[in-house]
């Protein structure tokens, strides 16, 4: 097996909302806001080379939304899926597998494309199985009012209509030791219904994709937790235990969303789990 991070592209949002309760002259110590109020934000996805499985783990917004859209998030820097595909060999026809730990626009928005002629969608990796899982679903598809800015037609149902969706099977634990995959996914439902995160053991390490559940360094701290998040209370209950979980088995943590740093180890302190060592994915694995 063989990990490789990829860059998708950077955005920015709203700090306040990327931090919840806690003050602006705290997050800022971690996570600066410009004059506007925003935070850098990356979208890092993942790829798994296992055998001839070819896993992409979350896609990014993608490029199909209007310039209006693109505009409320402050698209930055060069990076996009297919030049960071192509840099380490690839190329997204390569791709066997999607797996998307949730369906909220910014993690699965390139999984779905314009067609040819621009008149409708289709998915943008035409060799690849979609994964979610049945109840989220239900959930993005029949969505709440809270959360319905974040989840869109047009990147679902093009996936369903093509044949390649298919769920992952969760039993009735909140843990799957093995999924379909060949990896363990945690499910968390403190920030939106059945959010999956993969548990990948890599050269003697488990490395987490911690998608929202931390979606940034700064949200390291147990009280950190997202205005975003549609049950704040239950996912410092999934946080606490996590982190718990991630000092004791000495988990490196893979964040999706923080623009500055990829990976990280935790310690625990008086104060609860904290950052111990920050790394890049070149210094940790090669």
Same mark, same amino acid.
């Given at each position: 097996?063989?990990?490789?991070?990829?860059?998708?592209?950077?955005?920015?949002?709203?700090?306040?909302?990327?931090?919840?309760?806690?003050?602006?002259?705290?997050?800022?110590?971690?996570?600066?806001?410009?004059?506007?109020?925003?935070?850098?934000?990356?979208?890092?996805?993942?790829?798994?080379?296992?055998?001839?499985?070819?896993?992409?783990?979350?896609?990014?917004?993608?490029?199909?939304?209007?310039?209006?859209?693109?505009?409320?998030?402050?698209?930055?820097?060069?990076?996009?899926?297919?030049?960071?595909?192509?840099?380490?060999?690839?190329?997204?026809?390569?791709?066997?597998?999607?797996?998307?730990?949730?369906?909220?626009?910014?993690?699965?928005?390139?999984?779905?494309?314009?067609?040819?002629?621009?008149?409708?969608?289709?998915?943008?990796?035409?060799?690849?199985?979609?994964?979610?899982?049945?109840?989220?679903?239900?959930?993005?598809?029949?969505?709440?009012?809270?959360?319905?800015?974040?989840?869109?037609?047009?990147?679902?149902?093009?996936?369903?209509?093509?044949?390649? !969706?298919?769920?992952?099977?969760?039993?009735?634990?909140?843990?799957?030791?093995?999924?379909?995959?060949?990896?363990?996914?945690?499910?968390?439902?403190?920030?939106?219904?059945?959010?999956?995160?993969?548990?990948?053991?890599?050269?003697?390490?488990?490395?987490?994709?911690?998608?929202?559940?931390?979606?940034?360094?700064?949200?390291?701290?147990?009280?950190?937790?997202?205005?975003?998040?549609?049950?704040?209370?239950?996912?410092?209950?999934?946080?606490?235990?996590?982190?718990?979980?991630?000092?004791?088995?000495?988990?490196?943590?893979?964040?999706?969303?923080?623009?500055?740093?990829?990976?990280?180890?935790?310690?625990?302190?008086?104060?609860?789990?904290? !950052?111990?060592?920050?790394?890049?994915?070149?210094?940790?694995?090669?």
């Amino acid at each position: 097996m063989t990990l490789y991070p990829v860059e998708t592209g950077n955005f920015k949002l709203d700090g306040g909302a990327m931090f919840g309760v806690v003050p602006k002259t705290i997050w800022t110590k971690t996570n600066p806001a410009d004059s506007n109020n925003l935070i850098d934000m990356a979208a890092r996805s993942l790829l798994i080379e296992d055998g001839d499985k070819l896993i992409l783990v979350d896609t990014g917004l993608g490029n199909k939304q209007s310039e209006k859209f693109f505009g409320y998030y402050y698209l930055w820097g060069d990076h996009n899926l297919d030049d960071s595909l192509k840099k380490i060999g690839f190329h997204r026809d390569d791709i066997t597998d999607v797996f998307m730990t949730h369906l909220h626009f910014d993690h699965c928005g390139g999984s779905i494309q314009w067609n040819k002629d621009r008149t409708g969608y289709e998915p943008a990796f035409k060799n690849a199985r979609f994964w979610t899982n049945a109840e989220h679903w239900a959930w993005a598809t029949k969505p709440n009012a809270r959360e319905k800015a974040s989840f869109f037609k047009e990147n679902l149902y093009p996936m369903q209509e093509s044949g390649q !969706l298919r769920f992952i099977e969760r039993g009735t634990s909140n843990y799957v030791a093995e999924s379909e995959l060949g990896f363990g996914i945690l499910f968390a439902d403190g920030h939106t219904e059945k959010q999956m995160l993969p548990h990948i053991k890599y050269q003697g390490k488990t490395i987490v994709f911690t998608a929202d559940l931390l979606p940034t360094v700064g949200h390291i701290p147990l009280p950190y937790v997202m205005g975003y998040d549609t049950r704040p209370l239950l996912t410092l209950t999934e946080k606490s235990v996590f982190l718990e979980k991630a000092v004791e088995e000495q988990y490196i943590l893979f964040f999706e969303h923080d623009a500055h740093n990829e990976l990280c180890t935790l310690k625990a302190t008086e104060k609860g789990a904290r !950052l111990d060592q920050l790394f890049s994915f070149e210094e940790l694995f090669t």
